[in-house]
C-alpha cells in the first residue's frame, strides 16, 4: 500500500463548476501538506502549503486538512479552462531534507 | 532568474549505456532533489542534497548516483542504463528550514524526458 493515495482521474467538469480532489496517507506523522499544479509537460508548481489541521484559502483554491482521519482536500471554485492540470498532494514529517511524499496525481479537465 | 534548469530535455539510452543528466539552479539554494515521474506514481525521490559535497539516498537510489560538487549543480548519473529507468526525471531545490512557505516550495525544473531501450 502506498503511503499516499490519490485517485488519478480523470476528473472531467464543466467550467465554473467546483472541482473536489482529495488525498488519503497512512503516516499520522506527516506535518506539512501541500498541493502541486502541474501542466502537461512541465515541472509541478506549489499551489497550497497548510500545516496541520484545518483550512486555508486563496483565492479560489481552498486547502483543508483533516488528521485525525488521515484526509485532506482541495477544492477549486468557479473553474476555469485555464485549471486543466494535474494535481499532486505531497506532505512531510518535520525533519530535516525537506523529503516530500508524493500521491500518484488527479488530472482534472475542466470544459468550456 | 533562470530558476531550475535540467539537461538534456531529452535522451534515448541503449541498454547499458551511461549518461549523466545536469541540473542547475540560480537561487541559492541548499536542497536539491532529484524525483522520476512514471504514470499512476506520482513522484519518487531517488537522491537528494543538503548542501554541496552531501548525498543521502530517497525512495528509489538503486541504479543512480549522484554528485553535488557546487552548491548550484546537481548531477544524477545513471552507469548502466535499463528498461525499467525509462521515465521523466525531474529537479528541484529549496531554502533549509523547519517549517513555512518558502521552505516548502519545492521549485522544480521542466524535466528530462529519457527512454532506455
Known amino acids: 500500500q502506498k503511503e499516499v493515495e490519490q485517485d488519478p482521474g480523470p476528473l472531467s467538469v464543466p467550467e465554473g463548476a467546483i472541482v473536489s480532489l482529495n488525498c488519503t496517507y497512512s503516516n499520522s506523522a506527516f506535518q506539512y501538506f501541500m498541493w502541486y499544479r502541474q501542466y502537461s509537460r512541465k515541472g509541478p508548481e506549489l499551489l497550497m502549503y497548510?500545516?496541520?489541521?484545518g483550512n486555508k484559502e486563496d483565492g479560489r483554491f481552498t486547502a483543508q486538512v483533516d488528521k485525525s482521519s488521515k484526509y485532506i482536500s482541495l477544492f477549486i471554485r468557479d473553474s476555469q479552462p485555464s485549471d486543466s492540470a494535474t494535481y499532486l498532494c505531497a506532505m512531510r514529517f518535520k525533519a530535516a531534507g525537506n523529503k516530500l511524499t508524493f500521491g500518484g496525481g488527479t488530472r482534472v479537465l475542466v470544459k468550456p | 532568474n533562470a530558476g531550475v534548469t535540467q539537461t538534456p530535455k531529452f535522451r534515448v539510452l541503449k541498454t547499458g549505456q551511461s549518461m549523466t543528466l545536469l541540473c542547475a539552479q540560480d537561487?541559492?539554494?541548499?536542497?536539491m532533489y532529484w524525483y522520476r515521474q512514471d504514470p499512476g506514481m506520482g513522484l519518487r525521490l531517488i537522491h537528494y542534497s543538503v548542501g554541496e559535497g552531501t548525498t543521502a539516498k530517497g525512495e528509489v537510489p538503486d541504479g543512480y548516483n549522484v554528485s553535488r560538487l557546487k552548491k548550484q549543480n546537481f548531477l544524477l548519473g545513471l552507469e548502466s542504463a535499463a528498461p525499467s529507468q525509462t521515465s521523466v526525471y525531474f529537479c528541484?531545490?529549496?531554502?533549509?528550514?523547519?517549517?513555512?512557505?518558502?521552505?516548502?516550495?519545492?521549485?522544480f525544473g521542466p524535466g528530462t524526458r529519457l527512454t532506455v531501450l
Open positions: 528541484a531545490s529549496t531554502e533549509p528550514g523547519t517549517s513555512g512557505f518558502r521552505t516548502d516550495t519545492q521549485y
Open positions: 537561487m541559492n539554494h541548499e536542497y
Open positions: 497548510t500545516y496541520s489541521s
